[in-house]
């Protein structure tokens, strides 16, 4: 594992961005698994611009998202799917029949999970995998549980969760109680991992993550296991690691 600390959150949206940028200047035709929320914004944004200037092209690019709310469609603004042509592919070339979500709008929990294992399959193994991390160290949306979730599944969303995404919801609307997510082995089956946080408010969850004990009460702490995970976090989000 690979650690590396920034002053504060913009440094740390460049340096993962410089990572990222790099991964697609290697290999023009990188599948990338892709995360969404808070965190994830600033690298998207120095992505679009570096597109901007010329020095990126993601026409070649496949992307593969972590999750989506179920019950939410693709044109609805509070979904992922929304999310990620707002910030990114709407400001980039990559190619629509590239950009891939779990379909929020399937209702039954086995179908859209099995669609999405499909397709995770016919795009192959991703190259990089942006994570963020929950504060109570979740990835994607895999909660604190007994078992690890192995591949797509439909999840319950904790409070925790669910109070940390109000903030994307216009007043009024509540935050869906169950999302689809790529599970754990769908995760580590990327070949490199690359991990931000940002935050005091995410030191705990750096630390327990990454120097805590291997547990599905801390779903992060898998990464533990892989070969090569890269972390990028500022100051605020590793204070608690020794």
Known sequence: MRIYITKDYNEMSRKAANIISAQIILKPDSVLGLATGSTPLGIYKQLSEWYMKGDLDF???ITVNLDEYRGLAPDCEESYAYYMKQNLFDKVNI?????????????NPEEAC?????LLIKTGIQDLQLLGLGRNGHIGFNEPSD???KD?????LSQSTVDANKKFFA????VPSHAYTMGIRSILRAKRILVIAS????ADAVNKVFFGEV??????SILQLHDDVILVCDEGAFSKCK
């Open 215 to 220: 547990t599905p009460y801390v779903p992060g």
């Open 95 to 107: 190619k629509p029949e590239n950009t891939h979500l779990p379909d929020g709008r399937i209702m």
């Open 147 to 149: 078992i690890f979730a």
């Open 199 to 202: 935050g005091e408010d995410k």
């Open 171 to 174: 007043s009024g609307k509540s």
């Open 114 to 118: 099995r669609l999405y294992n499909e």
């Open 59 to 61: 026409s070649e690019v």
């Open 152 to 156: 797509v599944h439909c999840v319950e």
